[in-house]
């Protein structure tokens, strides 16, 4: 199923936590990159970064969205 009101609040801790850890995490189930999308980073395994700023966002049915930018102090 799908966590629906409850997903973005669970990508904002992820993302807090990667900050946290100054680590990239994977993006899951990535195993065929399309030749239009060859020249992009893509982040296929855990990868160390100095994360200071973030910016989350969320679309929503019904044309609802969100934006969220996180920093470390």
Known sequence: G???GASGAIETI???EMMKRDTLLP??????I???C???DHVRSPRECKIG????SSF??????????????
């Open 2 to 4: 799908h966590t629906l």
């Open 14 to 16: 992820v993302s807090l």
């Open 27 to 32: 993006t899951l189930n990535l195993e065929t």
């Open 34 to 36: 399309g030749e239009e």
């Open 38 to 40: 060859s020249g992009l």
């Open 53 to 56: 700023v973030f910016l989350k």
């Open 60 to 73: 929503a049915f019904g044309g609802i969205n969100a934006n969220l930018i996180c920093s470390k102090l």
